[in-house]
């Protein structure tokens, strides 16, 4: 299983950054897929979460309304669209699935949000 995030940066409070992971190693399209954050000296928070299909997703309360999830089966792709960040959005994010009673994740990637 490899699960490989990208597209994080620096960007200005306001701003916007679409992160995504690619995963190989096992069948993407029939696992739900998750993303979390580590901000630092926190721990390891869940952020979204989307059905094998795409055809529902859930957000924390704190990401609701800014952040969208997102999935391309074909391309065994999911993304995570951030709009309206916020210093307090500034984390390391990480994509995430769980089957065979494991968690698997990806080496993440930093989000940095500042002026």
């Known amino acids: 299983v490899q699960l490989v995030e990208s597209g994080g940066g620096l960007v200005q409070p306001g701003g916007s950054l679409r992160l995504s992971c690619a995963a190989s190693g096992f069948a ?22 989307i059905t094998s299909a795409g055809g529902t997703t859930h957000y ?15 391309k065994n792709t999911v993304y ?27 080496q993440g990637t930093q989000v940095t949000v500042s002026s």
């Open 28 to 49: 993407f399209s029939i696992y739900p897929m998750n993303w979390y954050r580590q901000a630092p000296g926190k721990g390891r928070e869940w952020v979204a979460a």
């Open 80 to 106: 995570l669209q951030m709009s309206s960040l916020k210093p307090e959005d500034t984390a390391v994010y990480y994509c995430n699935v769980y089957f065979s009673s494991l968690n698997y994740w990806g």
């Open 60 to 74: 924390a309360d704190a990401v609701k309304g800014r952040f969208t999830i997102s999935r391309d089966n074909a």
